[in-house]
């Protein structure tokens, strides 16, 4: 076998396994450049609960060969060299950032430019790689998805998680007339409502669908964005309004539901949609891309729109990083920086 170019990655010891059996890999084969495809220097990548499934061999669906072994699939970085066939413009030097299928825990990435963004000036590395996943996963639930149109109200579950905090800022800058959010704790309320929630649900203290019902006074909420599932699916359809949507993006809680009465989707006539952002293929991810630059780009570029950080690591501390994830202790995203 030709030996190639060598870079260094984050590799999981014998293929699978916890936390700790994450290293940096200094002999992992390096991406190229090929037609229509952008090498980059990577600088800092975002870590997403997927990755921890993807460590453990047990990622739910089938991966796209693009997405290759390494783990991570959002980065941010240097261009190093553009591939033939390119024309968009993208030169060597040039900031920018994007969602991966996968590669992103590694010193270079190649990927499609039509997948590309250019890093605003007011953006560093760091803030750039934490940004695709939670924010594609909410334009593409809101918009592309559940076509939230002007004036429409918005119940948005999970609202202080990744998704959660995107999901209620784009839905602000979308045109909602009215967000509910629920959180588990006061201080995750009083984040979903900075960020731009009208109304948030401490779900320990009080029924999401109690809320809704006084806020609403009967009609219900147009589109629901549910990262929750089983124990909060009957309460969705009882709150949801007449030919509401309810997008389903993660079950945190189970993914069974028990004893649920079809009668309550024709009644008011629902749409049940669900929707998954990695198994997507290379033209709809650059639509969404395009999406996401008309929509958000400009807002996070300005401060309008913000992700949290909760704690950004070396990479060489992968596995702390992971620990933290897997322990539930983060209150936003982890960002690792690669060379730092
Ligand atoms: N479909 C897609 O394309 C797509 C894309 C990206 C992510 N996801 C999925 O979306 C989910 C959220 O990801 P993330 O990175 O945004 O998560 P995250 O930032 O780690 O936040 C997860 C939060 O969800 C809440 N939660 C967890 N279990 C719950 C339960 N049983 N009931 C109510 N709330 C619960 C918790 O907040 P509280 O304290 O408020 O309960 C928790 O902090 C993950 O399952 C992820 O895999 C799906």
């Known amino acids: 076998m030709s030996k190639g170019p060598t ?24 991406p190229v450049a090929s037609a229509g495809r952008v090498l980059v220097a990577i600088k800092a990548f975002g870590l997403n609960r997927m990755d921890i499934m993807q460590r453990e061999d047990r990622y739910p669906y089938p991966l796209l060969p693009e997405s290759g ?38 010193e270079k990435i190649s990927v499609p430019e039509r997948t590309l963004i250019p890093l605003p000036p007011t953006l560093d590395f760091k803030t750039a790689a934490a940004i695709p996943e939670t924010f594609f996963t909410a334009i593409q639930a809101l918009h592309l998805v559940g076509g939230l149109a002007q004036g429409e109200s918005v119940l948005i579950h999970a609202g202080a998680s990744g998704v959660g905090q995107s999901a209620i800022q784009v ?44 806020e609403f006074g009967g009609k219900g909420v147009d589109l629901i964005i549910d990262l ?75 401060g309008r729109m913000r992700v949290t950080l909760d704690r950004v690591y070396d990479w060489s501390q992968i596995a702390d990083a992971h620990t933290r994830m897997e322990a539930n202790e983060n209150a936003g995203k982890l960002v690792c920086l690669v060379n730092s």
């Open 171 to 214: 839905a602000r800058h979308g045109g909602a007339s009215k967000i509910i959010a629920t959180a588990g704790t006061d201080e995750k309320c009083a984040l979903c409502k900075e960020l731009g929630a009208d109304v948030a649900v401490n779900y320990r203290k009080e029924d999401f669908a109690d809320v809704v019902q006084r």
């Open 228 to 302: 929750v599932g089983q124990s909060y699916w009957h309460r969705n359809a009882a709150c949801a309004a007449m030919e509401a949507r309810i997008v389903l993006v993660a079950a945190l809680s189970g993914s069974v539901i028990d004893k649920f009465d079809l009668r309550a989707l024709l009644n008011k006539r629902l749409s049940v949609l669900a929707t998954t952002l990695r198994t997507r293929n290379a033209e709809y991810q650059a639509a969404l891309r395009d999406k996401f630059v008309e929509t958000a780009l400009e807002h996070l570029s300005t």
């Open 7 to 30: 870079m260094k990655a984050v590799s999981v010891r014998d293929g699978r396994g916890p936390a700790s059996s994450l290293y940096i890999n200094s002999s992992v084969p390096a």
């Open 69 to 106: 072994k390494i783990m991570g699939v959002e980065f941010s970085g240097v261009v190093e060299e553009v591939g033939e066939k390119c024309n968009l413009g993208f030169k060597v030097g040039d900031k920018v950032f994007g969602l991966a299928y996968g590669g992103a825990y590694a």
